[in-house]
């Protein structure tokens, strides 16, 4: 990919990124003037110092000094790089990406990827067939039927059956010209162990095609109709399918996370299936292996809410902990959990009780720290000393995850609860973060921390030259001419500078795509200020010239510094041309002396 092309993509994409747009679908904002504000979502905060400027294109906050454009938002917000932020953004926008020359070998991948996915849309319909039209699914009909899934939900599923046959799709298969090879890539066969030759590996079972988010089927899960083992059977690893990226149904269901502003996770694809169907849509499920932080960030694209429904058995229970420990620790989302009683998976309970019943459910759903105290405090006798002790040591991991803003709320009723001095859970939490296994865990990615600002006048006044200059080209030209590159003392800001003049040289308007592509994260930070910042009640040429006097000034200042060191220097060693220096000491203080 040539970089003439690479930047005429991105700003396209920027072209037609709304960074209001983008920022609201993460952060309600509020419009004051011509910029809009909201509570940061990189730092916990109650006042709102999170503000978007989207004539310029550039978002900042005054907490955590985050600041940048629209991708640098994405790339913060979704916990990815400053290009992927890009491409997600293109992906949104329905702009492709563009192409470049391609090696052998990756074309020869790329084939082979089609291939893959053909195949498996190929196996997706000959299941579906197997089941609705032929006389070998009339056992996969029964077992839907008595588990309640409709022939609507088997069509929005494609649900299928794998006839009990050693070959039935290797046959079907081989007679339309797919080879072995590519059944054996997809996982949909496997070798013989007793010599040569390949069975289906998918027999005498219903059928759930898996699909990536953008709805391309990637593997297949199958479930027995007895109480034979495994209980499921899914694809095994392939170049498509991969157990901790993928979640159950998010192809079908992210758009109702969205409206709903949440999204419900189960364990199984049968429990996602029958929620779906009965009409609960915000639902995914986790294909049998723990939920990732790459899970979460999936879902937190859509929304910062999810909710945990994972069977309520002991083992069941023990993966929601750990799941919510997990996610609350490296993400910042915010997690919920909905117990479903009688020990029952989501798919029972639906059976038995019903759709509504679940509804009520899901409005009943406890937050991380009353589900976890819930929890221990059914499983740890605290009546007594060591007993309050142990049920304090088992809650401190997801206190430890709870922002500031609710954090005293539930010290104080945990202390409550447990009968204990409030000041020894606080004593304990802080003894708990000082832990050196804590301080090496993973920090939530998109969490930042609330820096003291060190500000001054000075630095003020480089930011508003900045902003005029990036303005303005011929701005900057002016600025040089009264206070040199190497004359800015702060060098982030003069790191900008230089950007800046780079962009003038080449005949460039800076963007906020070159800037945030070129200048370190610092710099692209302090730029972002620049511009978000407020003249404080003046006009721009105003503000532009007050700020240059104080930049002169402290130029000048250095300069004298500079040049009486060097004079006294060369009296001393009986340089005559010490005159010369003390000359230019007393040109330079006459200046000051004038402003």
Not at 45 to 63: H, Q, R
Not at 247 to 266: K, M, T, W
Request: hydrophobic letters at 40%.
């Amino acid at each position: 990919m040539r970089d003439g092309r690479l930047d005429e993509f991105v700003e396209q994409v920027r072209s037609r990124s709304d960074i209001v747009q983008v920022v609201q679908s993460y952060v309600p904002l509020k419009r004051k003037g011509n910029r809009y504000w909201g509570c940061c979502p990189f730092h916990h905060e109650k006042t709102p110092s999170f503000s978007v400027v989207p004539d310029k294109g550039f978002f900042y906050c005054f907490g955590c000094h985050a600041g940048g454009n629209v991708f640098k938002f994405i790339s913060l917000i979704e916990n990815v790089t400053y290009f992927e932020a890009i491409k997600l953004q293109a992906e949104k926008l329905n702009i492709p990406l563009p192409e470049r020359p391609r090696t052998p070998e990756e074309e020869a991948r790329e084939r082979e990827i089609a291939s893959l996915r053909k195949v498996n849309e190929m196996a997706r319909d000959f299941f579906h067939n197997c089941l609705t039209m032929t006389g070998y699914g009339k056992v996969g009909l029964a077992y839907f039927a008595g588990r309640g899934i409709s022939q609507e939900t088997i069509e929005e599923f494609s649900l299928g059956f794998a006839p009990d046959s050693w070959d039935k799709l290797t046959s079907a298969f081989v007679k339309r010209g797919v080879k072995q090879e590519l059944l054996l890539q997809a996982g949909l066969v496997s070798e013989s162990q007793k010599g040569k030759g390949v069975y289906d590996r998918f027999r005498g079972r219903v059928i759930i095609p898996i699909a990536d988010e953008r709805g391309r089927v990637v593997g297949f899960g199958g479930r027995v109709l007895d109480d034979s083992k495994p209980k499921y059977l899914n694809t095994q690893e392939t170049v498509l399918f991969n157990k901790r990226r993928l979640l159950f149904g998010l192809d079908r269901s992210h758009r109702a996370i969205q409206q709903a502003g949440y999204a419900i996770v189960v364990e199984g694809y049968m429990d996602a299936i029958s929620v779906f169907g009965a009409g609960v849509k915000n639902v995914v499920a986790s294909l049998g292996t723990a939920f990732t932080v790459e899970h979460a960030k999936k879902l937190m694209r859509y929304a910062k809410e999810i909710y945990f429904c994972y069977d309520s058995d002991e083992a069941g229970q023990q993966a929601t902990i750990r799941a919510l420990s997990l996610v609350v620790r490296d993400t910042g989302a915010v997690v919920k959990v909905i117990t479903v009683p009688d020990g029952k998976d989501p798919d029972e309970f639906i059976r038995k009780h019903g759709a509504e019943a679940f509804r009520e459910l899901i409005g009943k759903a406890l937050t991380l720290v009353d589900y976890r105290l819930k929890y221990v405090l059914s499983h740890v006798r605290y009546d007594t000393l060591e007993g309050k002790g142990k049920a304090l040591q088992e809650i401190l991991p997801v206190l430890s995850g709870v922002s500031q803003a609710m954090l005293g709320e539930y010290t104080k009723k945990l202390a409550q609860t447990l009968m204990i001095d409030e000041g020894l859970v606080i004593e304990e939490l802080r003894r708990f973060h000082r832990l050196p296994e804590q301080e090496e865990a993973p920090q939530r990615a998109p969490i930042r921390q609330v820096v003291k600002d060190s500000d001054s006048a000075l630095r003020r006044a480089g930011r508003l030259v900045i902003r005029a200059a990036y303005q303005d080209g011929g701005i900057l030209a002016h600025a040089l001419t009264v206070v040199p590159l190497e004359g800015i003392s702060n060098p982030v800001q003069r790191e900008v500078i230089s950007f800046l003049q780079d962009c003038l040289v080449r005949g460039e308007l800076a963007s906020d795509a070159s800037a945030q592509g070129r200048l370190s994260e610092e710099a692209a930070a302090e730029l972002s200020r620049a511009l978000v910042e407020t003249l404080g009640g003046r006009e721009e040429a105003e503000a532009y010239t007050d700020s240059l006097r104080v930049l002169r000034k402290a130029y000048l200042k250095a300069q004298y510094l500079a040049h009486t060191e060097r004079a006294e220097a060369m009296m001393q060693a009986g340089d005559k041309a010490y005159l010369e220096e003390l000359n230019e000491v007393k040109r330079i203080k006459d200046e000051m002396d004038g402003m």
